[in-house]
């Protein structure tokens, strides 16, 4: 879904330590991440790759913190090459690359995919691409978080498993798809990535089949798990008027006991600047509290 920012908050130093692979923070200490949402004009729809160095400069000014990764997508209707460039900025600035490896043909949503289908992916299609992919990002070396499949469980991404079968075939192609990604770079040697599975909170459609605990493509494919749980998202919606503790409270404990033992992610939280029924200072206040106080 859109995005403002998030993640967690705490120590980059542990973060690149020694280690080929994002290792989880210390006790008691969060990561700070920055989940840049772009900047719209009259001929620029804004993505969630448009992030810059002076945007991240002018964050962590504006929180008073560092940031230990930086959270965007990586579009294949752009490029289906490693994003070599973003990453390589991102680490000059001490920060770790978080990218959605985005296989789609645009940024709307509610449609089924055509060109980089699930299907199309099981099949194989776009192996050569994922695997030169791979290979650029064993070359980059250094630790990269990565998804592929976000929010799975929300019916705005073509991968959601109503515009892939439905309740008989939509989580089963899904978990297909990831594992076959996952297979593919991890056969390159691209030991570097650490493998986010990230949902929503809540199932859309709010359907048995369509819970997100049927998209689990099983503990040895992914290192982290991740959460959405976003406030309004629109002036006028009475949608998402849930507190930001209810949401958790809701996917926290689901979350975990599909996947238990793996460290959490808050990937992506934030509410509209003018819904008319919540106040964005408040509801943004009371989602910091709510995280601190836990």
């Not at 967690?8 to 989940?35: D, I, M, N, T, W």
């Not at 002018?58 to 008073?64: D, S």
């Not at 630790?143 to 991404?157: A, C, Q, R, V």
């Not at 930001?244 to 238990?260: C, G, H, Q, S």
Request: aromatic share 14%.
């Amino acid at each position: 879904m859109k995005v403002f920012f998030a993640a967690f908050l705490g120590c980059v130093s542990v973060l690149l330590a020694q280690s080929p692979r994002v290792q989880p923070p210390p006790a008691e200490k969060l990561y700070h991440g920055c989940y840049w949402g772009g900047i719209g004009t009259d001929t620029h729809d804004p993505t969630e790759h448009d992030v810059t160095p002076q945007d991240v400069t002018r964050y962590e000014n504006a929180v008073g913190t560092k940031t230990a990764w930086i959270y965007f997508s990586d579009n294949w209707f752009e490029s289906r090459k490693f994003p070599v460039e973003m990453c390589g900025w991102i680490r000059d600035l001490g920060k770790v690359p978080y990218l959605r490896l985005m296989l789609r043909s645009d940024v709307d949503q509610k449609h089924a995919e055509k060109k980089f289908s699930i299907a199309k992916i099981i099949a194989g299609e776009f192996d050569v691409d994922l695997r030169a992919w791979a290979r650029d990002a064993k070359e980059f070396g250094s630790p990269i978080l990565i998804e592929w499949g976000t929010e799975p469980n929300g019916d705005w991404f073509s991968w959601n498993g109503k515009w892939n079968g439905g309740a008989s075939e939509g989580p089963k192609r899904y978990i297909a798809a990831y594992r076959h990604i996952v297979d593919l770079m991890r056969a390159e040697g691209a030991d570097n990535l650490a493998w986010v599975w990230h949902v929503n909170w809540y199932d859309e459609p709010e359907q048995r089949w369509n819970a997100f605990e049927n998209y689990f493509p099983g503990e040895d494919y992914c290192d982290w798990v991740a959460l959405s749980a976003y406030g309004p998202l629109t002036p006028r919606t009475g949608e998402g008027l849930e507190t930001f503790r209810f949401k958790i409270d809701e996917a926290y404990p689901r979350l975990t006991k599909v996947a238990p033992g793996k460290p959490v992610i808050v990937a992506e939280f934030g509410c509209d600047l003018h819904n008319r029924h919540v106040g964005v200072v408040k509801w943004a206040r009371s989602a910091l509290e709510d995280l601190f106080s836990n």
